[in-house]
């Protein structure tokens, strides 16, 4: 299953790259991307366990920058 989600107060570059090799570690990830310019991550996982990696991923953007938001 492919989603587009929306980040809200994702403040640079460097900050969604480490988000975005954060979160291809998971487990159950096919791919991600997460995208500064447009504020905008594209999550690509398995179906059966898209909610958890959803979740993980928050997770994971929350410690890279706790001020930002994904619009779910």
């Avoid at 487990?27 to 366990?49: W, Y």
């Avoid at 928050?58 to 779910?72: G, N, Q, T």
């Amino acid at each position: 299953m492919r989603k587009t989600f929306e980040l809200e107060d994702l403040d640079c570059a460097n900050c969604a790259a480490k988000m975005e090799e954060a979160i291809k570690k998971l487990p159950g990830v096919k791919r991600v991307s997460v995208n500064f310019m447009t504020q905008k991550m594209i999550l690509d996982a398995e179906d059966s366990q898209f909610d958890e990696v959803l979740q993980a991923a928050v997770k994971c953007i929350a410690k890279v920058e706790p001020d930002c938001r994904v619009v779910l």
